[in-house]
T-cell receptor
Framework: GAVVSQHPSWVICKSGTSVKIECRSL??????MFWYRQFPKQSLMLMAT?????????EQGVEKDKFLINHASLTLSTLTVTSAHPEDSSFYIC??????????FGPGTRLTVL | KQEVTQIPAALSVPEGENLVLNCSFT??????LQWFRQDPGKGLTSLLL?????REQTSGRLNASLDKSSGRSTLYIAASQPGDSATYLC??????????FGRGTSLIVHP
C-alpha cells in the first residue's frame, strides 16, 4: 500500500518560534495535499488544500500567514507554523491524494508549544 | 455545510461482543463514505470505503452499511477483540473529494 511519512512525529517548541512539518509520499505522487488539525477528542478539521506548484487554499478561520504551506514537488509538502503559541498545540495530519483521487493519511505530528 | 455525527462517543464492552457504531451526515450528496481507525497519538488507518452507489462493504469482521437517503452509515464489528480498541472515525466525502469527519467513537474492548 501507499506509504506516507511525516517528520517530526513529535515536536516541543517555545512560544514565538516557528516549526516546520514535512510530509512525504514515498511511493506515489501526490497531486493534491490536504492538511488537517485535530484537537484532543475532536474530529479532524481541514486546514488547507494545495496542489503541486500552486498556492494553498485555506479554510475559513485558518490564517494563511501563520500556517505556511509549501507543495513544491509531487512527493513533498511542508506546513510551517510561524510564531507558534500554546493554542497551536495540536495533532497535525497530512493527507496526500494521488492521481486516481485516492486519499491517504500520514501518521501525524504532535506539536506542543510551551 | 456537511455535518457528521457519531454515536456513541464512547463505548466499553467485554471481549466477544458484536458492536454497532453509528454515523449520520446532514448532506446526502456524498461521493463516498469512509470508516477509519485511529490509535492513540497515531494517524488514520482506512478500514472501509463505501461508494455512494453501494449499500455495504465487508472486510473480515467489519461490515459497513450506507443509507444515503436517510444520511446514515453503520459500522458493525463482529466478535470484538481487545486489539479492536481504538477510536473509529467516519468521514463523508463530498464531490470535491474533501472528507468531513465525525468526532469519532472511542472503543475499549476489555478481556
Amino acid at each position: 500500500g501507499a506509504v506516507v511519512s511525516q517528520h517530526p512525529s513529535w515536536v516541543i517548541c517555545k512560544s514565538g518560534t516557528s516549526v516546520k512539518i514535512e510530509c512525504r509520499s514515498l511511493d506515489f505522487q501526490a497531486t493534491t495535499m490536504f492538511w488537517y488539525r485535530q484537537f484532543p477528542k475532536q474530529s479532524l478539521m481541514l486546514m488547507a488544500t494545495s496542489n503541486e506548484g500552486s498556492k494553498a487554499t485555506y479554510e475559513q478561520g485558518v490564517e494563511k500567514d501563520k500556517f505556511l504551506i509549501n507543495h513544491a514537488s509531487l512527493t513533498l509538502s511542508t506546513l510551517t507554523v510561524t510564531s507558534a503559541h500554546p493554542e497551536d498545540s495540536s495533532f497535525y495530519i497530512c493527507s496526500p491524494k494521488d492521481g486516481a483521487d485516492t486519499q491517504y493519511f500520514g501518521p501525524g505530528t504532535r506539536l506542543t508549544v510551551l | 455545510k456537511q455535518e457528521v455525527t457519531q454515536i456513541p462517543a464512547a463505548l466499553s464492552v467485554p471481549e466477544g461482543e458484536n458492536l454497532v457504531l453509528n454515523c449520520s451526515f446532514t448532506d446526502s450528496a456524498i461521493y463516498n463514505l469512509q470508516w477509519f481507525r485511529q490509535d492513540p497519538g497515531k494517524g488514520l488507518t482506512s478500514l472501509l470505503l463505501i461508494q455512494s452507489s453501494q449499500r455495504e462493504q465487508t472486510s473480515g469482521r467489519l461490515n459497513a452499511s450506507l443509507d444515503k437517503s436517510s444520511g446514515r452509515s453503520t459500522l458493525y464489528i463482529a466478535a470484538s477483540q481487545p486489539g479492536d480498541s481504538a477510536t473509529y472515525l467516519c468521514a463523508a466525502v463530498r464531490g470535491s473529494y474533501i472528507p468531513t469527519f465525525g468526532r469519532g467513537t472511542s472503543l475499549i474492548v476489555h478481556p
